[in-house]
């Protein structure tokens, strides 16, 4: 079969055969009166297998050992394609969020655009002091594109530049609360927190709605931060959660602090009171849990936080009695 039949038939140009000739990776088995190529059955048989093999991305040189060294291995080079695949993937998907990034920023000229690239470049940095300034950047030279700040938020473990990240994030408001809504979600612990404390900076009722959602979520650390931010909101259906954490040592200084935020409106204190209550006089709360709800106790007003604590003055545990006893002192005063 000539050059021009086999160009037709396998769709590899004549050219490329030629190529392939010129390499010795496919050399027509003979030739016309004419001096033309003539390729035989199993000619055109390694064609295909030469485009086969160049599908998975091999280089000609690759598919030449391939098909003529016998002791040639192909799960080690099969494994190789598979981690510069990997990483080709990486590298346009990285290409590609930073040119939806560029996109939202929608700018308006070239230098907008160079503008953004340079601080889309400072957020990806390794040094997290320029990670920290792009964020803080965004005061004075215009907000950075909200997906990139979330991602950088989601995944930022210093602790500082993450409260920049948050900061700037919550400047650009409920735009970025569909991604943190879906990071609650991620399978990774340290990202559904960061995600739940970005979403308490946001100030909006879209925020509020989310944070009320993530009281029922399965990770208690989320939860638990939930509950705090829903507490400085005024939200009553953190009380349970947040007296929850003042028995269990969970960040209870903080709790009982949003207990004492709730406690402002007369109903909600005496829930409150009922509840930590309940708590003091269940039976198997130990000692430690008990003083901390009498703390917690201290800052309810109400009748019935006072009884309460009246009672405790009495109580077998001294330091819960000094507690109660001392914080009686003062109730005139804060009521």
Same mark, same amino acid.
């Given at each position: 079969?000539?050059?021009?039949?086999?160009?037709?038939?396998?769709?590899?140009?004549?050219?490329?055969?030629?190529?392939?000739?010129?390499?010795?990776?496919?050399?027509?088995?003979?030739?016309?009166? *004419?001096?033309?190529?003539?390729?035989?059955?199993?000619?055109?048989?390694?064609?295909?297998?030469?485009?086969?093999?160049?599908?998975? !991305?091999? =280089?000609?040189?690759?598919?030449?050992?391939?098909?003529?060294?016998?002791?040639?291995?192909?799960?080690?080079?099969?494994?190789?394609?598979?981690?510069?695949?990997?990483?080709?993937? #990486?590298?346009?998907?990285?290409?590609?969020?930073?040119?939806?990034?560029?996109?939202?920023?929608?700018? &308006?000229?070239?230098?907008?655009?160079? +503008?953004?690239?340079?601080?889309?470049?400072?957020?990806?940095?390794?040094?997290?002091? %320029?990670?920290?300034?792009? #964020?803080?950047?965004?005061? +004075?030279?215009?907000?950075?594109?909200?997906?990139?700040?979330? @991602?950088?938020?989601?995944?930022?473990? &210093?602790?500082?530049?993450? !409260?920049?990240?948050?900061?700037?994030?919550?400047?650009?408001?409920?735009?970025?609360?569909?991604?943190?809504? %879906?990071?609650? +979600? =991620?399978?990774? *612990?340290?990202?559904?927190?960061?995600?739940?404390?970005?979403?308490?900076?946001?100030? @909006?009722?879209?925020?509020?709605?989310?944070?009320?959602?993530?009281?029922?979520?399965?990770?208690?650390?989320?939860?638990?931060?939930?509950?705090?931010?829903?507490?400085?909101?005024?939200?009553?259906? #953190?009380?349970?959660?947040?007296?929850?954490?003042?028995?269990?040592?969970?960040?209870?200084?903080?709790?009982?602090?949003?207990? !004492?935020?709730?406690? *402002?409106?007369?109903?909600?204190?005496?829930?409150?009171?009922?509840?930590?209550? @309940?708590?003091?006089?269940?039976?198997?709360?130990?000692?430690?849990?008990?003083?901390?709800?009498?703390?917690?106790?201290? &800052?309810?007003? !109400?009748?019935?936080?006072?009884?309460?604590?009246?009672?405790?003055?009495?109580?077998?545990?001294?330091?819960?009695?000094?507690?109660?006893?001392?914080?009686?002192?003062?109730?005139?005063?804060?009521?």
């Amino acid at each position: 079969m000539l050059i021009g039949d086999v160009a037709r038939r396998s769709g590899v140009s004549a050219r490329m055969l030629r190529h392939y000739d010129t390499l010795g990776l496919v050399r027509p088995t003979g030739r016309t009166q *004419g001096g033309y190529r003539a390729y035989s059955d199993q000619d055109i048989q390694r064609i295909f297998h030469v485009e086969s093999l160049r599908s998975l !991305g091999l =280089s000609l040189r690759e598919v030449a050992a391939a098909l003529d060294d016998p002791a040639f291995a192909p799960a080690r080079l099969v494994d190789d394609l598979i981690r510069q695949t990997q990483e080709r993937i #990486a590298a346009e998907t990285a290409l590609l969020t930073r040119l939806r990034g560029i996109s939202a920023a929608e700018p &308006d000229d070239w230098q907008d655009v160079l +503008h953004t690239v340079a601080l889309l470049h400072a957020l990806g940095s390794q040094n997290p002091g %320029k990670r920290q300034r792009a #964020a803080l950047a965004s005061a +004075h030279d215009g907000p950075l594109p909200t997906d990139a700040l979330a @991602d950088a938020v989601l995944n930022e473990a &210093d602790t500082n530049v993450a !409260g920049a990240l948050r900061w700037a994030l919550a400047q650009t408001g409920v735009s970025a609360l569909p991604a943190l809504g %879906k990071a609650l +979600h =991620s399978p990774v *612990g340290e990202v559904r927190g960061r995600a739940v404390l970005s979403i308490a900076e946001i100030e @909006d009722g879209e925020a509020t709605a989310l944070l009320r959602d993530a009281l029922a979520h399965s990770d208690t650390d989320v939860r638990r931060r939930a509950a705090l931010a829903l507490g400085t909101r005024g939200i009553p259906e #953190a009380i349970p959660t947040l007296v929850d954490m003042v028995v269990e040592a969970a960040n209870d200084v903080d709790a009982a602090d949003a207990l !004492g935020a709730l406690a *402002g409106d007369p109903a909600r204190a005496e829930q409150i009171a009922a509840r930590l209550i @309940d708590h003091l006089t269940r039976h198997g709360t130990d000692a430690p849990a008990r003083r901390r709800l009498t703390q917690a106790l201290a &800052d309810i007003p !109400g009748a019935t936080a006072t009884q309460a604590l009246t009672r405790l003055t009495h109580d077998d545990d001294r330091a819960v009695a000094l507690t109660a006893t001392y914080t009686l002192t003062l109730r005139p005063a804060a009521g």
